[in-house]
């Protein structure tokens, strides 16, 4: 059953606004993590933030914030003031608390952004 | 520092072909995983490690062996390279602290 659903294949954003990407997830164990990783046309896998389940406030990393609403099993990222660098494959991701899946991630289908001038 | 790498950058196969796809981490790091990522999809799990010695199956792990028997390294073997094993193949490392997930810069791999 998939773990991490993002429902939003594609959007398009200006240049400057703001952007949320949706995220949500399935879990039943108390402990895990949130990813969201930027993937741009060169391929690698860019880490962009973290949210610990326990964690008691949103992340943020400077431009990028975690929308985190732990009851609706939602995890959506805020981009804000978009730059045209910021097109890009996004993918959320989570890893489930346990010791024996430390090294396991669950990938979401992944939202393509294109920003726009 | 390196991180986590990958060799080779790319590769292409014939069918029925062996080969093994080499990654390696620098960060003492003890879990290590290989995932495929294919076109319009999310990274998919392989095969993954919990330390050296210790290999266990992901959501694909059908084609592909593992083995660890360093820290460092953790190779992913094709047995007999099928098309539908074309795909771009990430390694990733994690470290103690739930933020830490490397990811290695990619094999991008052909079968023909």
């Known amino acids: 059953a998939q773990k991490i659903t993002q429902t939003q294949p594609g959007m398009f954003v200006q240049e400057k606004e703001a952007v949320t990407l949706d995220c949500t997830y399935d879990t039943s164990d108390p402990s895990y993590g949130l990813f969201w990783y930027k993937q741009p046309s060169s391929g690698e896998m860019i880490f962009l933030i973290y949210?610990?389940?326990?964690?008691?406030q949103n992340a943020t990393e400077g431009r990028y914030s975690l929308n985190f609403q732990k009851a609706r099993k939602s995890a959506n990222l805020v981009i804000s003031a978009s730059q045209l660098g910021d097109s890009a494959m996004y993918f959320c991701?989570?890893?489930?608390?346990?010791?024996?899946?430390?090294?396991?991630?669950?990938f979401g289908a992944g939202t393509q952004v294109v920003v726009t001038p | 520092n390196a991180g986590v790498t990958q060799t080779p950058k790319f590769q292409v196969l014939k069918t029925g072909q062996s080969m093994t796809l080499q990654c390696a981490q620098d960060m003492n790091h003890e879990y290590m995983s290989w995932y495929r990522q294919d076109p319009g999809m999310g990274l998919r799990l392989i095969h993954y490690?919990?330390?050296?010695?210790?290999?266990d199956q992901g959501e694909v792990p059908n084609g592909y062996n593992v083995s660890r028997s360093t820290t460092e390294d953790f190779p992913l073997r094709l047995l007999s390279a099928a098309p539908s094993q074309t795909s771009v193949y990430f390694c990733?490392?994690?470290?103690?602290?739930?933020?830490?997930?490397?990811f290695g810069p990619g094999t991008r791999l052909t079968v023909t």
């Open positions: 949210q610990g389940s326990y964690d008691q």
């Open positions: 490690s919990v330390g050296a010695g210790i290999t």
């Open positions: 991701a989570m890893r489930e608390g346990r010791t024996d899946s430390w090294g396991k991630l669950q």
């Open positions: 990733a490392s994690s470290g103690d602290r739930p933020y830490e997930q490397y």
